[in-house]
């Protein structure tokens, strides 16, 4: 069963936007109540962790190299989850995978079930 939906990446140049969302279509609302976040992975690296809110939105924690760039938000009564991402640059170049779960201090530790992600390809 498809739980999370994964959407909005494509092809930019470096300095460009793309916004992310991500869709729980469980049907179980599990976003409503728990920390939902972004993970990214590009070929030959682990899955690394980007960025994450609290389910009220009360706190954002990110990955030191996209503070100040990526943005993200949720909207609880649509099950979605955003990233806004800015000034793009190749190194931001990944698959992206949003999931929700654990908040760890400032990182996030997932416990759902995978999408299939997003692909972001950002060239200079």
């Known amino acids: 069963q498809v739980e999370l939906v994964d959407s909005g990446g494509g092809s930019v140049q470096t300095g460009g936007s793309l916004r992310l969302s991500c869709e729980d279509r469980?049907?179980?609302?599990?976003?409503?109540?728990?920390?939902v976040g972004w993970f990214r992975q590009s070929p030959g690296k682990e899955r690394e962790f980007v960025a994450s809110?609290?389910?009220?939105?009360?706190?954002?924690y990110y990955a030191d190299s996209v503070k100040g760039r990526f943005s993200i938000s949720r909207d609880n009564d649509g099950n979605i989850g955003y990233l806004q991402m800015n000034n793009l640059k190749p190194s931001d170049t990944a698959i992206y995978y949003c999931?929700?779960?654990?908040?760890?201090?400032?990182?996030?530790?997932?416990?759902?079930?995978w999408g299939q992600g997003t692909q972001v390809t950002v060239s200079s």
């Open positions: 469980s049907g179980r609302r599990i976003f409503k109540s728990a920390v």
């Open positions: 809110i609290t389910y009220n939105s009360a706190a954002t």
């Open positions: 999931n929700y779960g654990l908040q760890l201090g400032a990182t996030m530790r997932p416990t759902g079930s």
